[in-house]
C-alpha cells in the first residue's frame, strides 16, 4: 500500500508539470487581454507599456519557468511561514495577480474561508441527508417516500443554481425580508448574535447548494443500493434469522458505500473550486467568485495558480478514493 | 408668482445649508456603497479602471476636480490658475498650482509640493506602466518653487493646461509612502497600493482586493466638521439587478453603482420605495462606426481593413447618409435605455457648450430619403428586396458588436430598418473582453474592424474634446504596422478636419475652442462616418435617507462624498 502510493504520488508530477503546461499554453492563445477591462479612454501606447510592465513582453516559456519557480518554490515557503510563524519565507519575486498587483496567495488564502464556510458546509449537509434518504428509498422501493424523494432530486438535479438563486432571493430577501441579499464577508462570529448572523446570511446559498449536492449523492445511494438489496448475500444473511436492521445498515450499506465514498471523495476538489455561480449570484466572494473575475480580468497569473491548485486537488482525492476503496473492500489490495 | 417659488427655493436652501453642515464629523453613522465590480486596487495610477479609481478618490484627491456641471472646482489647490490670474504663463508653456495652507496626510504629516513633484515621477517613470500616463503628456518637468507651489512646465504650449492633477485620474500621493515604489517596482509595494495614506475624508482600514474595503472617517481631514459618517463599507461584486434591490428594496446598502438595467427593471425594484434612481449625462455615446477600408477576407492580412483597400461599398457618402436616415433613435432609447438615455445625433453630447445643433435631423426617421439617397447612389432593389449595383453586388453589410442585451435587441431593430430601405445586414456578436481587448492576434477586435460596421460606446475623459476629436485625424487609424493599435477606428482622413484640429490644439479661449469643438464634430456627422445612436446617461441610486449626493459624470461619483450625510 505504502509503495503504491509512493508510486502514484510520483507519478503525479509529471501529470501536474504537463496539466500546468497546458493550462498555460490555453491561456496563452485564448484571446482577451488584461487591459480590456480599463476604459477606452487610455490610448494604446500606454496601454503598451503598462503591459510591459506587466511582464508580458518576454517570451512565453520564459515567463512559464518563472511562474513555475514561484509556484514550486517560492510560494510554498510563504504559505509554510504564514501557517507556522517560522521565518522560512524564501526571498524573490512572488506570483503577482495582475488586477490587484498582489501575492495570489494571499488572495486565496483570505477567500478560503468564506468558500469552506458556505460550499463546505452545504456539501457536509448534502451528504448527510442525501445518504438516509437514498437507504430509505431504495429499502423501500417505489413507495411515497420514494417517489417524493425522486422527485423532489430531479428538481434538485434539473433547476440550474442560477434559476434557483434568485428566486430565493425574491422570495425570502425581497418578499418576506427574512435574509440579507448581501452576503457580509467581514462579518466576524464571536457571539450569539453574530453566529444567527452568519447562519441568516448563509442561509439561501447552502440550501441551494445543499438541494443540488443532495439530489446527486442520493440518486447514487439508492441505485447503489438496489444493486446489493437483490444480491445472494442479502437472502443469507436474512435467512440465518438477522433483524432486517442489521441486514439493510451493517451488510447492505456497507457495500452499497463503496462506490458512494468514491463519488463523495471525488466530488471534494469541487469544494474548493467553489461555486462559481452560488457564489457571485449571492456575492460570497468565495474561490469561484474570485475565479470567474480573474478569468473575466484576463489575469493569467490567478486562473493559472488557481487552476493548478484545483488541479492537484483533483489528483490527490483520486488517489484518496483509490486507497478508501481497498479499506472498504478488503478483497481489492494494491502490493 | 415665479419670483415667490425661487423666493420659497432659496429660503429652504438657506434652511437646509446648516442642517447638514452643522453636523459633527462621525455624527451620521455608517454608510454602505456597492459596486457590482468590485475594487481590486486603491492606485489608480496602476489601474485606470472606473471600479478602482471610484474607490481610490475617496482616500486619494488632486489638486483640482471637476463638479455636477462639468466646471472645475479647487480641490487641494487653493485656486484655479488661469491666464488672467498669472498661474498660467502668457506662453501657455507652464501652470503653476499653489497648494492650500495647512494640509495634512492622514497619518498627520504636512502635505507639500514634494509630494506631487514625486506623484509626477512616479506615474512618469518608464518602467511604471502608469495607466494615467496620457494626462502627462507633454509634460516637461513638475517642480516645486517652494513648500506649497508648484510649476508644471510643458514642452509646447498647452491651451488647457489642466491635467496633471485634476480630475480622479492623477491624484497627489505621498511621497513618503511610495518612495520605493518606483518604476519596476511599482506593484511589488502591495502594502502601499492596498492602504494607500490620503487627504481624502475617509482612511481605509481593511482591504480585500475584489471584495469588499472598510473605511473610517479621517481625523485629520482638512473641514473639521467633515465626513459626516464614521464608518464606510465599499461592497463589490454580484451583479446590478441585485445592487439596485438592496438599495431600493431591501434596503440593507445606501449606494448603489452604476445600475446599467432594462429601464422597466428599474422602475420596478424603484417601487420597493426605500431608495431612487439617480441619472445624469456626460460624453458616453452608443455609435455605429463605418469602416472606411476593405475588410474583405480575400484580402492580403497586411491590405485587409487598412487605408490601403478603400471600402468598396461604404466610401459612397450616400450610403454613410442613408444608413443613418434609416434609424429611429427615439424608439431605440425607449427600448434600450429609457430615462437613461437620449437620442444622440453628435459624438459630442457633451458639456453643453460643444454641443452642437446642426445636425438635429437626425431625431427624425427618414426612409423615404433613404431610399432616394441609395437610388442616386446606383443601388436598385432586387428581386429578394435587398439592392444590388450595376455589377451585380448585393449591398450586404457585416455588422459587428460585443455581446450585451441592449446592443442584440438594437442590431436586430437596426437590421430590420435597414432591411425595409434594401441594405441587408450579416449581425455578430463577440465577447466584450475580445472585443476591447486589443489583442492583435485576434481577428475580433473593434480595433482590427473586419466587419463593415461596427456598434459600441466610447466617451471622453474630463470636459474638453480635443483629444477625443484629435483620435480622428489621418494616420492614427490601427494597422498592422502599430500592431494594429490606434484610435481612428474607422480610418477616416480628411485634410480639412486636421487643419481644423492643429487650430483647436492652439486655441486656449473657452468660446472659441468651443465653437472649433462643435465645427470638428460637425464634419465627422455631416460625413456620416459616425452614426450616433443614444446618448447613455449613468443611472446609480441611493437610500432616501442619504443626503448630499450630487451624481457627477465628470469626476468619479465619490466625489464629494464628504459631503454626504444621514438625512432624517
Same mark, same amino acid.
Given at each position: 500500500?505504502?509503495?503504491?502510493?509512493?508510486?502514484?504520488?510520483?507519478?503525479?508530477?509529471?501529470?501536474?508539470?504537463?496539466?500546468?503546461?497546458?493550462?498555460?499554453?490555453?491561456?496563452?492563445?485564448?484571446?482577451?487581454?488584461?487591459?480590456?477591462?480599463?476604459?477606452?479612454?487610455?490610448?494604446?501606447?500606454?496601454?503598451?507599456?503598462?503591459?510591459?510592465?506587466?511582464?508580458?513582453?518576454?517570451?512565453?516559456?520564459?515567463?512559464?519557468?518563472?511562474?513555475?519557480?514561484?509556484?514550486?518554490?517560492?510560494?510554498?515557503?510563504?504559505?509554510?511561514?504564514?501557517?507556522?510563524?517560522?521565518?522560512?519565507?524564501?526571498?524573490?519575486?512572488?506570483?503577482?495577480?495582475? #488586477?490587484?498587483?498582489?501575492?495570489?496567495?494571499?488572495?486565496?488564502?483570505?477567500?478560503?474561508?468564506?468558500?469552506?464556510?458556505?460550499?463546505?458546509?452545504?456539501?457536509?449537509?448534502?451528504?448527510?441527508?442525501?445518504?438516509?434518504?437514498?437507504?430509505?428509498?431504495?429499502?423501500?422501493?417505489?413507495?411515497?417516500?420514494? #417517489?417524493?424523494?425522486?422527485?423532489?432530486?430531479?428538481?434538485?438535479?434539473?433547476?440550474?443554481?442560477?434559476?434557483?438563486?434568485?428566486?430565493?432571493?425574491?422570495?425570502?430577501?425581497?418578499?418576506?425580508?427574512?435574509?440579507?441579499?448581501?452576503?457580509?464577508?467581514?462579518?466576524?462570529?464571536?457571539?450569539?448574535?453574530?453566529?444567527?448572523?452568519?447562519?441568516?446570511?448563509?442561509?439561501?446559498?447552502?440550501?441551494?447548494?445543499?438541494?443540488?449536492?443532495?439530489?446527486?449523492?442520493?440518486?447514487? @445511494?439508492?441505485?447503489?443500493?438496489?444493486?446489493?438489496?437483490?444480491?445472494?448475500?442479502?437472502?443469507?444473511?436474512?435467512?440465518?434469522?438477522?433483524?432486517?436492521?442489521?441486514?439493510?445498515?451493517?451488510?447492505?450499506?456497507?457495500?452499497?458505500?463503496?462506490?458512494?465514498?468514491?463519488?463523495?471523495?471525488?466530488?471534494?476538489?469541487?469544494?474548493?473550486?467553489?461555486?462559481?455561480?452560488?457564489?457571485?449570484?449571492?456575492?460570497?466572494?468565495?474561490?469561484? #467568485?474570485?475565479?470567474?473575475?480573474?478569468?473575466?480580468?484576463?489575469?493569467?497569473?490567478?486562473?493559472?495558480?488557481?487552476?493548478?491548485?484545483?488541479?492537484?486537488?483533483?489528483?490527490?482525492?483520486?488517489?484518496?478514493?483509490?486507497?478508501?476503496?481497498?479499506?472498504?473492500?478488503?478483497?481489492?489490495?494494491?502490493? | 408668482?415665479?419670483?415667490?417659488?425661487?423666493?420659497?427655493?432659496?429660503?429652504?436652501?438657506?434652511?437646509?445649508?446648516?442642517?447638514?453642515?452643522?453636523?459633527?464629523?462621525?455624527?451620521?453613522?455608517?454608510?454602505?456603497?456597492?459596486?457590482?465590480?468590485?475594487?481590486?486596487?486603491?492606485?489608480?495610477?496602476?489601474?485606470?479602471?472606473?471600479?478602482?479609481?471610484?474607490?481610490?478618490?475617496?482616500?486619494?484627491?488632486?489638486?483640482?476636480?471637476?463638479?455636477?456641471?462639468?466646471?472645475?472646482?479647487?480641490?487641494?489647490?487653493?485656486?484655479?490658475?488661469?491666464?488672467?490670474?498669472?498661474?498660467?504663463?502668457?506662453?501657455?508653456?507652464?501652470?503653476?498650482?499653489?497648494?492650500?495652507?495647512?494640509?495634512?496626510?492622514?497619518?498627520?504629516?504636512?502635505?507639500?509640493?514634494?509630494?506631487?513633484?514625486?506623484?509626477?515621477?512616479?506615474?512618469?517613470?518608464?518602467?511604471?506602466?502608469?495607466?494615467?500616463?496620457?494626462?502627462?503628456?507633454?509634460?516637461?518637468?513638475?517642480?516645486?518653487?517652494?513648500?506649497?507651489?508648484?510649476?508644471?512646465?510643458?514642452?509646447?504650449?498647452?491651451?488647457?493646461?489642466?491635467?496633471?492633477?485634476?480630475?480622479?485620474?492623477?491624484?497627489?500621493?505621498?511621497?513618503?509612502?511610495?518612495?520605493?515604489?518606483?518604476?519596476?517596482?511599482?506593484?511589488?509595494?502591495?502594502?502601499?497600493?492596498?492602504?494607500?495614506?490620503?487627504?481624502?475624508?475617509?482612511?481605509?482600514?481593511?482591504?480585500?482586493?475584489?471584495?469588499?474595503?472598510?473605511?473610517?472617517?479621517?481625523?485629520?481631514?482638512?473641514?473639521?466638521?467633515?465626513?459626516?459618517?464614521?464608518?464606510?463599507?465599499?461592497?463589490?461584486?454580484?451583479?446590478?439587478?441585485?445592487?439596485?434591490?438592496?438599495?431600493?428594496?431591501?434596503?440593507?446598502?445606501?449606494?448603489?453603482?452604476?445600475?446599467?438595467?432594462?429601464?422597466?427593471?428599474?422602475?420596478?425594484?424603484?417601487?420597493?420605495?426605500?431608495?431612487?434612481?439617480?441619472?445624469?449625462?456626460?460624453?458616453?455615446?452608443?455609435?455605429?462606426?463605418?469602416?472606411?477600408?476593405?475588410?474583405?477576407?480575400?484580402?492580403?492580412?497586411?491590405?485587409?481593413?487598412?487605408?490601403?483597400?478603400?471600402?468598396?461599398?461604404?466610401?459612397?457618402?450616400?450610403?454613410?447618409?442613408?444608413?443613418?436616415?434609416?434609424?429611429?433613435?427615439?424608439?431605440?432609447?425607449?427600448?434600450?435605455?429609457?430615462?437613461?438615455?437620449?437620442?444622440?445625433?453628435?459624438?459630442?453630447?457633451?458639456?453643453?457648450?460643444?454641443?452642437?445643433?446642426?445636425?438635429?435631423?437626425?431625431?427624425?426617421?427618414?426612409?423615404?430619403?433613404?431610399?432616394?439617397?441609395?437610388?442616386?447612389?446606383?443601388?436598385?432593389?432586387?428581386?429578394?428586396?435587398?439592392?444590388?449595383?450595376?455589377?451585380?453586388?448585393?449591398?450586404?453589410?457585416?455588422?459587428?458588436?460585443?455581446?450585451?442585451?441592449?446592443?442584440?435587441?438594437?442590431?436586430?431593430?437596426? #437590421?430590420?430598418?435597414?432591411?425595409?430601405?434594401?441594405?441587408?445586414?450579416?449581425?455578430?456578436?463577440?465577447?466584450?473582453?475580445?472585443?476591447?481587448?486589443?489583442?492583435?492576434?485576434?481577428?475580433?477586435?473593434?480595433?482590427?474592424?473586419?466587419?463593415?460596421?461596427?456598434?459600441?460606446?466610447?466617451?471622453?475623459?474630463?470636459?474638453?474634446?480635443?483629444?477625443?476629436?484629435?483620435?480622428?485625424?489621418?494616420?492614427?487609424?490601427?494597422?498592422?504596422?502599430?500592431?494594429?493599435?490606434?484610435?481612428?477606428?474607422?480610418?477616416?482622413?480628411?485634410?480639412?478636419?486636421?487643419?481644423?484640429?492643429?487650430?483647436?490644439?492652439?486655441?486656449?479661449?473657452?468660446?472659441?475652442?468651443?465653437?472649433?469643438?462643435?465645427?470638428?464634430?460637425?464634419?465627422?456627422?455631416?460625413?456620416?462616418?459616425?452614426?450616433?445612436?443614444?446618448?447613455?446617461?449613468?443611472?446609480?441610486?441611493?437610500?432616501?435617507?442619504?443626503?448630499?449626493?450630487?451624481?457627477?459624470?465628470?469626476?468619479?461619483? @465619490?466625489?464629494?462624498?464628504?459631503?454626504?450625510?444621514?438625512?432624517?
Amino acid at each position: 500500500m505504502f509503495n503504491y502510493t509512493l508510486r502514484r504520488l510520483l507519478l503525479a508530477i509529471p501529470t501536474l508539470l504537463f496539466i500546468a503546461l497546458v493550462i498555460f499554453l490555453l491561456l496563452e492563445l485564448s484571446p482577451g487581454d488584461p487591459l480590456a477591462d480599463m476604459p477606452l479612454t487610455i490610448p494604446p501606447e500606454v496601454r503598451q507599456s503598462m503591459r510591459l510592465a506587466l511582464g508580458l513582453g518576454e517570451a512565453w516559456y520564459i515567463r512559464f519557468y518563472k511562474w513555475l519557480y514561484m509556484f514550486a518554490v517560492i510560494e510554498p515557503s510563504h504559505v509554510l511561514a504564514n501557517m507556522t510563524g517560522w521565518n522560512v519565507a524564501l526571498e524573490g519575486q512572488r506570483i503577482l495577480s495582475w #488586477q490587484t498587483r498582489s501575492p495570489v496567495a494571499d488572495i486565496i488564502a483570505q477567500r478560503l474561508p468564506q468558500t469552506l464556510w458556505v460550499v463546505g458546509l452545504s456539501y457536509l449537509l448534502g451528504i448527510l441527508l442525501a445518504v438516509p434518504i437514498g437507504v430509505y428509498s431504495a429499502y423501500r422501493q417505489y413507495s411515497w417516500f420514494d #417517489q417524493t424523494g425522486s422527485f423532489v432530486s430531479m428538481v434538485g438535479f434539473s433547476l440550474p443554481t442560477f434559476f434557483t438563486g434568485p428566486l430565493l432571493m425574491l422570495i425570502f430577501a425581497v418578499w418576506l425580508g427574512w435574509f440579507p441579499i448581501i452576503y457580509d464577508t467581514t462579518l466576524v462570529v464571536n457571539s450569539w448574535e453574530s453566529f444567527l448572523k452568519q447562519l441568516r446570511q448563509m442561509a439561501m446559498p447552502v440550501f441551494v447548494l445543499t438541494l443540488y449536492n443532495a439530489a446527486q449523492i442520493s440518486r447514487f @445511494m439508492r441505485a447503489s443500493m438496489l444493486d446489493n438489496l437483490n444480491q445472494d448475500y442479502v437472502r443469507t444473511a436474512r435467512a440465518k434469522g438477522m433483524t432486517e436492521r442489521v441486514v439493510v445498515n451493517v451488510h447492505v450499506l456497507r457495500n452499497s458505500l463503496i462506490p458512494v465514498v468514491t463519488v463523495i471523495a471525488l466530488g471534494i476538489p469541487t469544494i474548493f473550486t467553489g461555486a462559481i455561480i452560488t457564489e457571485t449570484i449571492f456575492r460570497v466572494n468565495g474561490l469561484g #467568485q474570485l475565479l470567474i473575475t480573474a478569468i473575466y480580468a484576463s489575469d493569467i497569473p490567478m486562473v493559472l495558480t488557481l487552476s493548478v491548485v484545483f488541479a492537484i486537488l483533483i489528483v490527490l482525492f483520486n488517489l484518496i478514493a483509490d486507497l478508501l476503496y481497498a479499506i472498504l473492500d478488503p478483497r481489492i489490495r494494491y502490493d | 408668482m415665479k419670483r415667490k417659488i425661487a423666493l420659497l427655493g432659496a429660503a429652504a436652501a438657506v434652511a437646509l445649508i446648516p442642517a447638514s453642515a452643522m453636523a459633527e464629523r462621525g455624527s451620521s453613522g455608517h454608510v454602505s456603497i456597492i459596486y457590482w465590480q468590485a475594487p481590486s486596487i486603491l492606485n489608480p495610477y496602476l489601474s485606470g479602471g472606473t471600479k478602482d479609481v471610484d474607490s481610490a478618490n475617496i482616500i486619494l484627491e488632486p489638486l483640482a476636480r471637476y463638479d455636477e456641471e462639468g466646471m472645475l472646482v479647487p480641490w487641494l489647490a487653493e485656486e484655479i490658475p488661469t491666464v488672467e490670474n498669472g498661474g498660467v504663463s502668457e506662453d501657455l508653456t507652464s501652470i503653476t498650482w499653489r497648494l492650500r495652507e495647512g494640509l495634512v496626510w492622514s497619518d498627520g504629516t504636512p502635505v507639500t509640493s514634494a509630494d506631487a513633484v514625486f506623484s509626477a515621477e512616479y506615474c512618469m517613470h518608464p518602467e511604471g506602466g502608469c495607466a494615467s500616463l496620457r494626462y502627462f503628456n507633454d509634460v516637461e518637468s513638475v517642480e516645486a518653487l517652494d513648500e506649497l507651489t508648484i510649476r508644471i512646465n510643458f514642452s509646447v504650449p498647452k491651451p488647457v493646461p489642466y491635467s496633471v492633477f485634476v480630475g480622479p485620474y492623477t491624484p497627489i500621493i505621498q511621497a513618503a509612502q511610495f518612495a520605493e515604489c518606483l518604476g519596476a517596482r511599482a506593484p511589488e509595494c502591495t502594502e502601499a497600493n492596498f492602504y494607500p495614506i490620503g487627504t481624502g475624508p475617509f482612511v481605509v482600514t481593511d482591504f480585500r482586493p475584489n471584495d469588499v474595503i472598510q473605511l473610517e472617517a479621517n481625523q485629520n481631514y482638512r473641514d473639521p466638521n467633515q465626513p459626516a459618517f464614521a464608518t464606510m463599507t465599499f461592497r463589490g461584486g454580484g451583479d446590478a439587478t441585485s445592487a439596485a434591490r438592496a438599495v431600493m428594496e431591501t434596503g440593507e446598502m445606501d449606494y448603489a453603482w452604476n445600475l446599467q438595467l432594462a429601464p422597466d427593471v428599474i422602475a420596478e425594484i424603484a417601487r420597493g420605495g426605500r431608495g431612487q434612481p439617480i441619472v445624469a449625462f456626460g460624453t458616453l455615446v452608443e455609435r455605429i462606426e463605418i469602416n472606411m477600408t476593405d475588410p474583405s477576407p480575400d484580402l492580403p492580412a497586411d491590405i485587409r481593413s487598412t487605408r490601403e483597400a478603400p471600402h468598396p461599398i461604404l466610401t459612397d457618402i450616400r450610403v454613410r447618409e442613408a444608413l443613418s436616415r434609416a434609424i429611429d433613435r427615439e424608439l431605440l432609447v425607449e427600448i434600450g435605455y429609457g430615462p437613461t438615455g437620449e437620442a444622440a445625433c453628435n459624438l459630442v453630447p457633451n458639456p453643453p457648450i460643444f454641443r452642437s445643433t446642426a445636425n438635429d435631423n437626425c431625431l427624425e426617421q427618414d426612409q423615404d430619403r433613404a431610399r432616394e439617397l441609395l437610388e442616386e447612389a446606383g443601388w436598385t432593389p432586387g428581386a429578394d428586396g435587398i439592392r444590388v449595383n450595376a455589377d451585380g453586388q448585393r449591398l450586404v453589410l457585416d455588422y459587428l458588436t460585443s455581446t450585451n442585451a441592449v446592443r442584440q435587441d438594437f442590431q436586430a431593430l437596426i #437590421q430590420q430598418w435597414w432591411r425595409e430601405i434594401g441594405v441587408e445586414a450579416n449581425l455578430r456578436n463577440v465577447s466584450a473582453s475580445v472585443f476591447f481587448g486589443g489583442d492583435p492576434g485576434s481577428p475580433d477586435t473593434f480595433q482590427k474592424f473586419y466587419a463593415d460596421v461596427e456598434m459600441y460606446a466610447n466617451n471622453f475623459a474630463g470636459t474638453d474634446p480635443e483629444q477625443y476629436l484629435g483620435a480622428y485625424r489621418c494616420g492614427l487609424e490601427p494597422r498592422p504596422a502599430t500592431q494594429w493599435q490606434g484610435e481612428n477606428i474607422n480610418r477616416f482622413c480628411d485634410e480639412r478636419y486636421d487643419a481644423l484640429h492643429r487650430e483647436l490644439a492652439q486655441t486656449a479661449d473657452l468660446e472659441e475652442r468651443a465653437r472649433i469643438g462643435r465645427e470638428l464634430n460637425d464634419i465627422l456627422m455631416q460625413e456620416y462616418v459616425i452614426i450616433p445612436l443614444v446618448s447613455r446617461g449613468r443611472v446609480s441610486a441611493h437610500a432616501n435617507n442619504l443626503g448630499g449626493v450630487r451624481l457627477n459624470t465628470w469626476d468619479t461619483e @465619490m466625489w464629494n462624498v464628504h459631503e454626504w450625510y444621514r438625512a432624517e
